[in-house]
């Protein structure tokens, strides 16, 4: 019995580490300061989220596509772009394992509730 908890308590642990823990090595990139043309800007945003707010020169893989889509990406170098630090580390994680070079991270800021504006709450609540 002790051993099947040891084991369940090793999966969730390493489950945590996965999700919270920073990728070792990846830093945080301003997109106006890449300058190398061969590095590839990877959008792993949602394609709603892309859409609405677009990065000029950005490929769009969202994460939950990144499985089936990384194939495209061997052999290149990559500034991965997200909306949260989560997705950033997951796609990292996962592109790392499959031997991709991640060079750094952006992250496209969003609005919080607090700075909308009028206008904006109205939209929100359906008052026109």
């Known amino acids: 019995m002790t051993i099947f908890i040891i084991v369940l308590l090793l999966i969730g642990v390493n489950s945590l580490y996965k999700r919270y823990v920073p990728v070792f090595g990846l830093s945080y990139i301003e997109l106006e300061n890449i300058l ?31 499985k089936r889509n990384y194939r495209e990406l061997n052999g290149k170098t990559i500034c991965i772009i997200g ?28 609005k919080c509730k ?14 026109h």
């Open 114 to 127: 607090n700075q909308l504006n009028s206008s904006d709450r109205r939209e929100i609540r359906g008052i």
């Open 36 to 66: 190398d043309e061969e590095t590839v800007l990877l959008d792993i945003r949602d394609y709603l989220q892309a859409y609405k707010k677009p990065i000029p020169g950005a490929f769009n893989i969202p994460l939950a596509y990144i």
């Open 83 to 110: 909306s949260n630090m989560l997705d950033i580390t997951l796609g990292t994680r996962f592109l790392k394992r499959k031997d991709i070079k991640v060079i750094g991270y952006y992250i496209v800021d969003k």
